[in-house]
């Protein structure tokens, strides 16, 4: 399974843009790189997929350079209820007859100020 | 619509009491199904998963077990409850077919074991 490391923590103000970065050394070429956000006493809710270069949606954009061995969450213009934690994932080969199983790291805990 | 549902959404329990949560996915046939546990301030731990009625498949050793009598109905047991096994209880479901499939997340059990 690809480890996953990222800051534990990060601080930012309304309007700004958050970058969180991810990396994932050991990637396999059949992983995606996936980013959940958990806000408290919810379950995760899927935020962005990518394989490589660039993925942009109404929410974040993702951005995973050549050698997929990282990757950054952006978003843009983040405001109070942004304040999450954010998981980067990479989503295991998928196994004969098996599901698609995930493995969760410590996540980033984003705080957005006023 | 998929939804997903887990009761009940709190639980306070002795040490050495039964557990039983409860899963059931609406909107969806042949589901992935998934067990995760989140100790506080911690990443999530896969606990298990299961691909079809009657198939589960443990990823952490522990005095938990699951069964999936029904295809959209996923439980999750203890004959004897420990003190480290509160924490915050989480079941997935996502879709069987190949490539990456988002998984899409309860709304999750808070487990207190004193």
């Known amino acids: 399974l690809a480890k996953t490391t990222q800051p534990i923590s990060m601080d930012s103000y309304e309007g700004q843009e958050v970058n969180i970065t991810c990396s994932h050394n050991n990637i396999a070429t059949n992983d995606y790189i996936t980013w959940y956000q958990q806000f408290p006493s919810q379950g995760p809710r899927f935020i962005i997929q990518?394989?490589?270069t660039k993925v942009t949606n109404e929410v974040a954009s993702l951005f995973i350079p050549a050698d997929r061995k990282s990757s950054t969450l952006s978003l843009p213009r983040v405001s109070l209820s942004d304040t999450a934690v954010y998981y980067c994932l990479v989503g295991d080969r998928p196994l004969r007859n098996a599901g698609n199983m995930l493995t969760f790291g410590g996540g980033t805990r984003l705080m957005v100020k006023p | 619509s998929q939804t997903i549902h887990q009761w009940p959404a709190t639980l306070v329990q002795p040490v050495g009491s039964p557990l039983s949560l409860e899963c059931t996915v609406e909107?969806?046939?042949?589901?992935?199904l998934y067990w995760y546990r989140q100790a506080a301030g911690r990443g999530l731990q896969l606990l298990f998963y299961s691909v079809g009625i009657g198939q589960i498949s443990s990823e952490v050793p522990q005095n938990l077990s699951a069964s999936r009598p029904q295809d959209r109905q996923f439980i999750l047991s203890s004959k004897k409850l420990l003190l480290s096994d509160s924490g915050f209880y989480l079941c997935a479901w996502s879709g069987g077919g190949k490539g990456y499939n988002e998984q899409f997340f309860g709304p999750g059990t808070r487990l207190t074991v004193l």
């Open positions: 990518g394989y490589k």
């Open positions: 909107g969806t046939s042949n589901p992935n």
